[in-house]
């Protein structure tokens, strides 16, 4: 589908006629693309599929604070190849004020201003008397009093033009290590930036971290190793290395050191850098990305260094990263060489652009997947937002039986608000109803809309021509992911694909983050992708292919989604170790924005799409970018393990 531009106005025509509007995951991610189970109107609901992570990229009444600044489109590629996808620092950085830019202030009615007050005549004659008869002694001279002139009312501004939303199929991005300049030598020159700085060190037992202490000394720094917080520690901090990865015992330093690394940047240091090995699965990347755009001042960095090398050597890779003249936050040191990682556009080919069938029906893709309508897909995530999207297009492509995994659990009675199809009506008779507090009448309009949209997604499955079915599991409960999958296995004899697209979005900038809150989105993501690969490891067959759902904010980082950002680099890791072990297809999908449509629109709802029509940001076009998946799925290489797909630059 070529790209096309719908108004506002449209969209609002479309969620008219939806059956009933919704919100989902990323992005965001994001950033916010990715899409599942959400509860849509609020930012602890759960949801699936992302776009920019971004953001915050959910589908409810935003609030100042919640709009985030976000920048135009990739520059095109070179002639003589593919250029990298650079993000475009001032845009996406600008903290957003809490009125747009364009905003034009007026001072209060019946007021007058410097900005609104008529202007004066500057050489205004007085006022003479118009009779001129002279007036005698005795006769009190009349006084001719001047009208009262009203004060004129300021024209009123003229409206807005209603911005158009452009909505156009998504570009295909791989992930490129990329040179970087070479970090000079820690020699005497070198060691002037370092001497006298007061450094801590995580990762106490590691020989990483005692090699670290020998060399910074050396070079005439104070180095100290400490626990898991800086309790105890006073004074200045210039510097944190975080080398608890570099362990053994290969415990993810994520979501644990949240934590220290808050209370750390707190402190206002100069260098916060954290190192591990290439098997670490604690979003490193997708953190440290996020450091960056919120503490532009501190030198934030994750470094991949090589496990072969002795510890003497990884710690000079280190040391050497502290005297770096980038503020690259991702840095790979696998050698002695240093690379970063920059998304790089690279079509799928001919074939998956024309297809092998029917034009845009995924019907060849399927063909090519194995899928039938003996097939059996388990979606994790719940069936909303462009989960359900992409649920209902494989149905129709396949004719398969669609499983439906989610947390919200769906009503044995019939809807008794039938008549209240909107968020607005189901609030306003709840109100009137009374009995229940704010806060409950928002859950339940929540609710209501949540089992309304499953349901809506289950019908349109079964038109489609699939199977459906749906079960209520929360995903981080490993004990009833085990079940439902064993279940789903021994009554169908198959599970041919798998695709986890749970999510749930917090957004703060770090510095107000709570760490349950840190953990509780992380967890949704990492955990829940954790406990199904464990369910699925049991099973007889593996399944041949398993799609995680991630989002842009991984790939840029993003103001406000440290957490959101961190779980999705993180489940492009684990997606990747799976694919390691098992030898069978894992795929992680970081989407940008979707379009919203009236129907299944994720966390893009009109009022957000609004906002990024007038930054003039575009949007995937939902149809796209469910073909986009299928396509990759089946003419994608094998090896490819993670992927970007969004319309527009960050």
Known sequence: MNARAATTAEVAANAQSATIAVSADAAATGLTGNAGETAGQSATGLLAGNPADDPAWIGRALDADAVRQVPGALADPAANGPAPMEPTVTAWDAPTPHLPADTELRAPHGTTSAATAPAQPQDATPVRPQDPTPVRDSEPAPVQAAEPQPTPEPAPAAPEPEPVLT???????????????????????????????????????????????????????????????????QGAVDGLIHVGALADSGEPVLPGAFPLFQAVLRRGPRWLIAAHHAKDTSGLAGFFRTVAREYPDTVARSVEVDSTRGAAEQAEMIVEELLAPDREPVVLRTDRTRRGLAPRELSLGLLATSGAGPAGTGVAEATVLGLGPDSVVVLAGGGRGITARFAVALAAASRC?????????LPELPDEF??????????????????????????????????????????????????????????RDAEAVQQAVKETYATYGRIDGVVHAAGVIEDRLLAEKDPDSFRRVYGTKVDGARTLLAALHRLPQLPRFTVLFGSISAVFGNRGQIDYAAANDALARIGRRWQDATGTRALTVHWGPWAPTGAHDGMVGPELGREYARRGIELIDPEEGVLALLRELAWGDNGTDEVVYTASGW
């Open 167 to 233: 909505i156009a199929a998504p570009k295909r991005y791989l992930l490129t290590p990329t040179p970087l300049d070479p970090a000079p030598a820690p020699g005497a020159v070198a060691a002037q930036d370092l001497r006298g700085k007061r450094f801590v060190l995580v990762g106490d037992g590691t020989p990483v971290a005692q090699a670290l202490v020998t060399r910074l000394t050396v070079l005439g720094a104070i180095a100290s190793r400490i626990g898991d917080d800086l309790e105890g520690h």
């Open 418 to 475: 039938s008549d209240a199809r909107d968020k607005a009506a189901l609030r306003a008779e709840l109100i009137a109803r009374g009995g229940l507090k704010p806060a409950e009448i928002e859950r339940t309009v929540s609710r209501i809309l949540a089992q309304r949209e499953i349901a809506s997604t289950l019908a349109e499955i079964h038109d489609a021509g699939g199977q459906a079915g749906y079960r209520a599991v929360d995903l």
């Open 401 to 409: 039986r669609i499983e439906l995994l989610g947390r919200t659990e």
